[in-house]
């Protein structure tokens, strides 16, 4: 079998990951929610110990890329306070396996935004930034009462991409999030553009349609954020402009431990004519919006991690 074949089936990374989620899940489906902190706490130790190289060549990536930003010390701090977050928010996710959920403090703001799109009667695509973990959002929004879909790629949660990971790690990664949709629509590994007549019919159902805007280092298109161009990826914009749908901008932030507030923004509104012109022009204040965010919270970002592949230097 071809190199190439081998490692779309299997990947090594799947058996750390897989791994990780299986401990997690057994540890959460007996543990009461009053050890939430604790448990917490063990793995941000655990996770301090068997990622500090990780740690260490993030926080040389943010160095690197954002000199004018970020000196050695700060990136170094920046990365350990993001791995820190991400233990809650993994602890969260086993939580999320069960019925009984997480048991947090969840805030939404600017929901009035989002009831003025949908009283259009178009629906409204909810176009959200990767701060802290994209299950807070969709569950705000559902918790809120509104007919929720959302995009997602075909290995959402796997980080290798492969199909054994799609079929354990991706399945126990969509689980916790699976319970606040309507429906999923998946990007099919091919492209089939199908899936864009299905989010269309979805928003003509007045459905609230939320897709991802950051992280695609293959995005053609590039906004000025963090003293950088950024890539961003321009769907979100194109939906709206072809079903003629509110284009509205979304990021969680981190208040306290265990709590968590949800923004929904206003809506985007650009002059232009053409779908292009209008990704563009939303694509800007995509990144002027997530610039102005994470002045705030950094930590809270999940692009640090890989910012040497999704930024482009002047």
Request: proline fraction near 5%; charge should be positive.
């Given at each position: 079998?071809?190199?190439?074949?081998?490692?779309?089936?299997?990947?090594?990374?799947?058996?750390?990951?897989?791994?990780?989620?299986?401990?997690?899940?057994?540890?959460?489906?007996?543990?009461?929610?009053a050890a939430?902190?604790?448990?917490?706490?063990?793995?941000?130790?655990?996770?301090?110990?068997?990622?500090?190289?990780?740690?260490?060549?993030?926080?040389?990536?943010?160095?690197?890329?954002?000199?004018?930003?970020?000196?050695?010390?700060?990136?170094?701090?920046?990365?350990?306070?993001?791995?820190?977050?991400?233990?809650?928010?993994?602890?969260?996710?086993?939580?999320?396996?069960?019925?009984?959920?997480?048991?947090?403090?969840?805030?939404?703001?600017?929901?009035?935004?989002?009831?003025?799109?949908?009283?259009?009667?178009?629906?409204?695509?909810?176009?959200?930034?990767?701060?802290?973990?994209?299950?807070?959002?969709?569950?705000?929004?559902?918790?809120?009462?509104?007919?929720?879909?959302?995009?997602?790629?075909?290995?959402?949660?796997?980080?290798s991409g492969?199909?054994?990971?799609?079929?354990?790690?991706?399945?126990?990664?969509?689980?916790?999030?699976?319970?606040?949709?309507?429906?999923?629509?998946?990007?099919?590994?091919?492209?089939?553009?199908?899936?864009?007549?299905?989010?269309?019919?979805?928003?003509?159902?007045?459905?609230?349609?939320?897709?991802?805007?950051?992280?695609?280092?293959?995005?053609?298109?590039?906004?000025?954020?963090?003293?950088?161009?950024?890539?961003?990826?321009?769907?979100?914009?194109?939906?709206?402009?072809?079903?003629?749908?509110?284009?509205?901008?979304?990021?969680?932030?981190?208040?306290?431990?265990?709590?968590?507030?949800?923004?929904?923004?206003?809506?985007?509104?650009?002059?232009?004519?053409?779908?292009?012109?209008f990704i563009?022009?939303?694509?800007?204040?995509?990144?002027?919006?997530?610039?102005?965010?994470?002045?705030?919270?950094?930590?809270?970002?999940?692009?640090?991690?890989?910012?040497?592949?999704?930024?482009?230097?002047?």
């Amino acid at each position: 079998m071809p190199p190439d074949r081998r490692r779309n089936l299997f990947a090594r990374a799947d058996v750390g990951h897989l791994a990780g989620k299986l401990a997690g899940g057994t540890l959460a489906s007996f543990l009461p929610h009053a050890a939430d902190p604790a448990a917490v706490s063990a793995v941000n130790k655990a996770w301090r110990r068997m990622r500090a190289v990780e740690v260490r060549e993030a926080a040389d990536r943010i160095e690197q890329t954002l000199p004018e930003r970020f000196d050695l010390a700060g990136a170094q701090t920046l990365a350990a306070q993001w791995m820190e977050r991400r233990a809650e928010l993994y602890w969260g996710r086993m939580r999320g396996l069960y019925p009984s959920d997480w048991r947090i403090r969840l805030d939404l703001t600017g929901r009035e935004h989002l009831d003025q799109a949908l009283a259009g009667g178009r629906g409204a695509v909810v176009w959200f930034s990767s701060c802290c973990d994209s299950s807070l959002l969709l569950r705000a929004i559902a918790e809120a009462g509104i007919p929720l879909a959302h995009l997602s790629m075909a290995a959402h949660g796997v980080p290798s991409g492969s199909r054994f990971g799609r079929a354990t790690i991706g399945r126990l990664h969509r689980h916790g999030e699976d319970r606040y949709l309507r429906e999923r629509v998946v990007i099919p590994k091919r492209k089939d553009p199908s899936y864009i007549k299905r989010l269309r019919e979805l928003l003509a159902a007045n459905h609230a349609v939320t897709i991802r805007g950051d992280l695609m280092a293959d995005s053609r298109y590039l906004a000025d954020c963090l003293g950088v161009r950024l890539h961003i990826a321009g769907g979100a914009p194109s939906v709206a402009f072809q079903s003629r749908a509110p284009l509205l901008t979304a990021q969680a932030e981190r208040v306290a431990p265990f709590h968590y507030r949800i923004v929904i923004q206003e809506g985007i509104s650009a002059s232009a004519d053409s779908r292009r012109d209008f990704i563009e022009e939303a694509v800007a204040e995509f990144g002027r919006r997530l610039d102005y965010r994470l002045r705030d919270n950094s930590p809270d970002w999940d692009g640090w991690w890989a910012i040497d592949r999704l930024a482009v230097r002047p």
